[in-house]
Structure formats: C-alpha cells, structure tokens
C-alpha cells in the first residue's frame, strides 16, 4: 500500500491525514474565503422521497424550518411543547445547526390538535398532511444548498471563474470524490480513534451508534484515497461491486472489460466499503477482495469483530464518486456587517457532505 497507510502503534494517529485529506483540484487556485459568518449564509433545504399520500389514521407529514439550533435539539423542543413522545416523531436526516434548515417530520395523526400549541422563535411548523407512514432515517432524495463564500481571496467574477474551473476538472476526475466530512470524523480525530477501536474491539457497548459511524467513515475514506492514490478511481477491477445509474441496483464486476465501457459511458458507478457484519462484499481472491482486505488489516480489524457487531453495524455499499453536481453561482453582496461574497447554489445526494465540495473549492487558500 502507499507510504500514507504505513504501520503506526496509534491506531487514531495512523489515520490523521483523513481529517484534512488531499484535494482532487489542489493545482487549481481556490477561491478562499469563509463560510457560516451567520445563520443564513448556509442554508440547507431537503428534498424529500415522496410527498405525501392523503392517507388517514396513521401519520402526517409535515416541514420542520429551524435557524440556529440542531435538528434534535429542534424535535426535543416540539416533544416538550406537545408532549408528543420522541420515538413517535419521524424524520429523515440531521441538519446543520448553524444553518437556516428546513426538513421533513413525520408525527402520528392522533397528534395533529397538539401542533396548534407549539410557537418558538427559531423554529416554525409547516402545514401538516396525512401520509400513511412513519418517515425514517434516509427516506430522502437529496439536499439542496444555498452558501454564501465571504472574505474570497480573490475578486467576486475571479471566484466564479476558478469555480468554473475547479468544477472541469472534477468532472475531467470522474467527478468529486465522495469522502465523509471532518463533521463525522471529529475535528481533532478523537471521533475517528474511538470509532476504529469500537468496530475492531467487535464489542456491542450501548447507544454508541455515531462513534460506530465514524469509525465505518473512517475506513470509507481510507479505501477511498488508497485507491485514488492508486489511480483506480475510475478503473473496475475483478470484484468491484458496481451501481447502475438508472436503477440503483448493486452486482459484481465479473468481466472488467465489459463494465469499464459501462463505467466510462456514465452506466454505472464503482462503490466502496461501509464495512459492517452484512456487507455485501467481493468475492474471495478477486483484486477488489484484496484491496478491502487491506484495508482492515491496516486498520487492525478482523471479519470476526465486524461479525460480532451484528445488527449494530451491518454494513452497507456507498458511491466512491459523484459524478454531476450541477452547481450555479451569483455574487451575494454585503450586509451590514459582513462583507460581499459568492453564494452557491447545488444539491448533493443523501449522505453526501457539502463541505467536502467546498474544500474543493475554497483550497488551496480555504480558511473556515
């Protein structure tokens, strides 16, 4: 393997690079610039999987608008307003707290009358619709975006010139490599040490779901820059676990050949490892089975702990690129007190992490 996955006594230590890994685009100049100076220069809207069904006596839909709080936070409060219990209340992702968010929930229909009670300053209730299920975690097409870039380091048409730019390139790349956040990871990797020695201590310790979480990110983006250091971001090899664009579905690469022109003609993508007890897996003895096997060796963790895991940590595939992101571009102008910048506008599919986009963008001169 490369010389970035060399053995190291610190399993945390080893992987530190993954908090600040390299840029796909790090010879093209980046526009700078901060993010989040306030609340509504990021602004997150979700795109929802389905709207809606006009069904009766099960639950209702409804749009959750919060500014500057969490996402759970915002659902405590309307538990507390309405006495709805937490476990009743559906919702299909976490949103940014130092954002302007607005998100699907989902309550019982029985619950609709206590809505009416509930008024806070920095959440507001949409309209609520019956629907004939519970919204859950992932039942979402997506996230649209709304940033704002302040203190560029360049001038506003520059910005949107090198964003243009940046932009080529990631598509001449295959397109933007679909890494896990810093967020997920923890900003000084404690999130990413404590995740690697759960999920290879094969231990079930309690609600320690998000740590769990990082942990299977971490190696995500591991398998992710190994192979684009490789140069295997868009190559398939015998046991690569493919996408098809159109319909999602999962299969195996058995004759790379055929699946490369697939690949190259946009047909399909290549996904990587959320490794867990259940994931779909190569097939023993292929390229794409070894490559994953060092992967966890490299992390010192064995198939038996992930087993052990079971329900806990089942593991799934994720897309290793994104290949389109339509993204457009308007100067925003001063406020106040903040000065003029660029604001971008685009959507990412679930799971998928804005601020990995605008690294990309910002670099090599980002400053948060």
């Excluded at 220069?41 to 006009?54: C, K, N, Q, S, T």
Aim: with cysteine.
């Amino acid at each position: 393997m490369s010389d970035s996955l060399a053995p190291s006594p610190d399993r945390g230590g080893r992987f530190i690079h993954l908090l600040d890994p390299p840029l796909q685009t790090a010879d093209l100049p980046g526009i700078g610039g901060r993010i989040r100076m306030c609340p509504d220069d990021f602004a997150v809207h979700e795109l929802p999987a389905y709207g809606p069904d006009g069904r009766t006596g099960a639950h209702l839909l409804l749009t959750l608008r919060k500014r500057g709080i969490g996402s759970e936070d915002a659902i405590l409060e309307v538990v507390r307003q309405t006495g709805i219990p937490r476990p009743d209340i559906g919702l299909a992702g976490l949103k940014d707290k130092d954002a302007v968010t607005e998100q699907w929930i989902s309550v019982p229909f029985a619950a609709g009358p206590k809505l009416a009670v509930f008024d806070h300053p920095a959440i507001t209730l949409g309209d609520a619709t019956p629907h004939g299920n519970k919204l859950r975690r992932g039942h979402l097409h997506g996230n649209h975006f709304s940033l704002v870039v302040r203190e560029l380091a360049t001038s506003g048409s520059e910005a949107q010139a090198r964003v243009t730019a940046k932009l080529a390139r990631l598509t001449e790349l295959g397109g933007l490599d679909n890494l896990y956040g810093s967020q997920r990871l923890g900003s000084d990797g404690g999130n990413l040490r404590r995740g690697l020695e759960l999920l290879a201590s094969g231990a079930r310790r309690g609600r320690a779901d998000f740590l769990l979480s990082a942990g299977q990110s971490a190696l995500f983006n591991l398998y992710a820059l190994e192979r684009r250091a490789r140069g295997l971001m868009r190559t398939v090899l015998l046991g690569d676990i493919l996408k098809k664009t159109a319909t999602g579905g999962l299969f195996e690469s058995t004759d790379p050949a055929v699946d490369q022109a697939r690949l190259d003609a946009g047909e399909l993508g290549i996904t990587g490892p959320m490794f867990g007890s259940k994931m779909r897996a190569p097939a023993p003895g292929t390229a794409a089975a070894t490559l994953e096997q060092e992967i966890l060796e490299q992390a010192a963790i064995s198939h038996e702990a992930l087993k052990a895991l079971g329900n806990k940590v089942e593991g799934t595939r994720r897309p290793l690129q994104l290949p389109q992101i339509p993204l457009q571009t308007e100067l925003a102008p001063a406020t106040d007190t903040l000065p003029p910048g660029l604001r971008l506008h685009f959507a990412l599919p679930p799971g998928s992490y804005a601020t990995v986009l605008l690294q990309e963008l910002q670099g090599p001169h980002a400053s948060s």
